[in-house]
């Protein structure tokens, strides 16, 4: 009986060992996704803060030493829309803002965390390096 108990609980262990061996992957990827959503959601605030020049595209900025890209799209009607991630990241999220004397305001309920553009070759540019 003693001999069986510490056969299953062998097994149980050994089990348990592997999935949590499995589940490590998963757990990884979404701390990454957390920091990068935070890392946004910071560089959509700094973003805020710096002066735009008028532009007819998307201009973008970044802060070399947090890694934060911001980028605006300046729209019809003193309107824009802001995105921000961190650099190399793949997760932009986007806040449509109002354009007042090239200080930016945010609009109530203009938070999305995907691009709102009808095509996405509209969207940010991906890959560009930032700057004016």
Partial sequence: MVLMLLLLGGM???ATRTRLAQSMPLVADAQQHHQDYWQAQAALEW???????QA???QC???AEQQ?????????????LLSGRRAGSTLW???????????LQTQPHGWIDYCPLAK???C????????L
């Fill in 12 to 14: 149980t262990l050994h």
């Fill in 47 to 53: 973003g805020l803060r710096q002066n735009w020049p």
């Fill in 56 to 58: 007819d595209s998307w």
């Fill in 61 to 63: 900025q970044s802060e």
């Fill in 68 to 80: 934060w890209q911001s980028c605006l799209l300046h729209r019809e009607d003193d309107d824009g």
């Fill in 93 to 103: 999220l986007f806040r449509q803002v109002s354009l007042h004397a090239s200080a």
């Fill in 120 to 122: 996405a070759e509209l």
């Fill in 124 to 131: 940010p540019p991906q890959d560009e390096p930032a700057g």
